[in-house]
């Protein structure tokens, strides 16, 4: 069965740094697509970032980065330069591609707070 | 509004009364989704629709009706309301299975 784990509740990092936040996934479907989004206090669910099972290359959009690794079945967002604004859920969400009707698969979400 | 829209954002009801959530989208998408946010279990699917009259069970269906007569809407409805429903609701749509999900701004909903 499909699962998403992220194991990080809550982080914390110092403004401009950089922070990697984990995710690791289960399937047994060669064909999955993984996805991060961010739900500021306001609640909206903000789409980040979409990695394939297939791409070659890791995903980046602007500071947010996918650390994709295969092998290890993790999924792991890098956030550079971090923001005040950053401050927020983060949820990691993976799909089978070709069946279960394009369903997202939800991890629990980590808590990210930046610090001036 | 363009985009994807959720009505009411907020709802007070008392146990055992019917409500019903509504959603519409204005991309013509054909996916949408209706799942449900509780804190320690993030986001889990209710129910989706591939198309119109087309809808499926997902991962928590009980206590819950759907329908989809036209594309851009899917409402979502509670037969009889349970505290345990009490939750914020969220509301995608997709345009394919392959694309990402669109949420609109959800609906926190209290059963009393």
């Known amino acids: 069965a499909q699962k998403i784990t992220q194991t990080q509740p809550g982080m914390f990092v110092q403004e401009k740094e950089a922070v990697t936040l984990d995710c690791t996934y289960d399937?047994?479907?060669?064909?999955?697509?993984l996805f991060w989004y961010k739900q500021p206090s306001s609640g909206e669910m903000i789409f980040l970032i979409y990695q394939g099972s297939y791409d070659q290359q890791n995903a980046t959009e602007g500071r947010y980065s996918l650390n994709f690794q295969k092998a290890r079945k993790s999924a792991n967002l890098v956030i550079s330069a971090s923001q005040l604004g950053d401050s927020a859920m983060y949820f990691c969400a993976m799909r089978e591609l070709y069946n279960q009707g394009g369903k997202l698969i939800f991890g629990q979400g980590t808590e990210l707070s930046v610090k001036p | 509004d363009a985009g994807i829209t959720q009505s009411p954002r907020y709802k007070i009801t008392e146990t055992g009364r019917q409500v019903t959530l509504m959603c519409h989208q204005t991309w013509s998408h054909s996916y949408m989704f209706w799942y449900r946010q509780d804190l320690g279990h993030g986001l889990r699917l209710i129910y989706y629709s591939a198309a119109a009259d087309i809808t499926d069970k997902g991962e928590v269906p009980d206590g819950y009706v759907v329908s989809r007569s036209k594309t851009e809407n899917f409402p979502l409805t509670l037969e009889s309301a349970t505290r345990s429903q009490t939750s914020v609701y969220f509301c995608?749509?997709?345009?394919?299975?392959?694309?990402?999900?669109?949420f609109g701004p959800g609906t926190r909903l209290t059963v009393t």
């Open positions: 995608a749509s997709t345009l394919a299975a392959t694309y990402e999900q669109y």
């Open positions: 399937t047994s479907d060669p064909s999955y697509g």
